[in-house]
């Protein structure tokens, strides 16, 4: 790291040593972490001209774990997330921006429910990022989340804290018994990475996201079985599910609701960068 206190030559400098450690976005990356150091916007560095020794020091700190491939957001503390910051850290799954895409066809399905108010599931709730997004853009709605993990239902409490979420601690296969036939909209993203898989998954994930939060048996779609029997539990007829599932998965993960017979406009959707992503699914019985 240079001992120049321009935080251009700052910038450029750990950028070049997060992109030789394999880090996917170096520029992004770096810009991030030295805002977050100064106390700024990332927006506002352009305006920055000089950093104080002391931030210095820790942005190299900072540098140096990144490189290590030590997630972005355990870095800072904080995942963004549409419109609300997330807590992160160890024992918790970082929300990623793709399922931004399936938190919005979530809400806009629960914003058509308007003579009642709109009852939605985020099962598999991790940080609470999705079950957050709704309460906070869609104040009317009754949300309810569950999480099985001990650790990640610590930071969907801190999370959720406040939002009027009905957050809870179990297993998905069995929550909610009390909202049998009642909810709107079942939105979930659960772990969907077949055990196969396991060699091609970015460090960051691998040794920083939780293993339950990641596997799901040999094809990846255990979770997604168990998802498409809860939701049709939980559902009133007409109700939609919406899921996020792996891209090499457009076909098969559709394929559980499809088989099940219990499903009418069984849909699969691609994310921005034109990659299946999530599918969607309405009760027909
Ligand atoms: C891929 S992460 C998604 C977290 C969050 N919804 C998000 O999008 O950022 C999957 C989450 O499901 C949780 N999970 C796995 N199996 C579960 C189950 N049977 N019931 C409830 N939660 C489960 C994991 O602990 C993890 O937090």
Do not use: K
Not at 129 to 144: K, M, R, Y
Not at 162 to 176: K, S, Y
Not at 220 to 226: E, H, I, K, N, S
Not at 263 to 279: E, F, K, Q, S, T
């Amino acid at each position: 790291m240079p001992s120049a206190t321009d935080p251009r030559a700052q910038v450029a400098a750990a950028a070049a040593r997060l992109e030789a450690a394999g880090v996917a976005s170096p520029v992004n990356d770096a810009e991030i972490l030295l805002a977050h150091v100064l106390g700024i916007r990332r927006g506002d560095l352009v305006l920055a001209t000089d950093v104080p020794a002391a931030d210095a020091a820790r942005f190299e700190d900072l540098v140096g774990r990144r490189a290590q491939r030590i997630p972005l957001q355990h870095l800072t503390g904080t995942a963004g997330f549409r419109y609300v910051d997330l807590a992160v850290g160890p024992g918790v799954f970082t929300p990623r921006p793709e399922t931004e895409l399936l938190a919005g066809w979530a809400l806009e399905r629960a914003r058509e429910v308007v003579e009642r108010v709109p009852v939605v599931v985020d099962l598999c709730t991790g940080s609470g990022a999705i079950a957050a997004s709704i309460a906070h853009e869609l104040p009317g709605a009754a949300v309810h989340a569950v999480e099985l993990d001990p650790d990640a239902f610590t930071w969907a409490q801190r999370n959720l804290s406040g939002t009027g979420v009905d957050l809870r601690e179990g297993d998905m296969a069995d929550a909610f018994d009390d909202l049998d036939g009642l909810v709107d909209v079942v939105v979930c993203n659960p772990p969907y990475i077949p055990l196969t898989a396991y060699d091609g998954v970015a460090a960051e994930a691998r040794e920083h996201d939780p293993a339950l939060a990641l596997f799901s048996g040999e094809d990846g779609l255990d979770a997604m079985r168990v998802l498409e029997r809860v939701a049709a539990r939980l559902l009133r007829t007409g109700g939609v599910v919406g899921a996020e599932h792996a891209d090499l998965q457009g076909t098969s993960a559709p394929g559980v609701f499809a088989s099940s017979g219990r499903w009418v406009d069984v849909r699969d959707h691609h994310d921005l960068a034109g990659r299946p992503r999530y599918l969607t699914a309405r009760l027909a019985r």
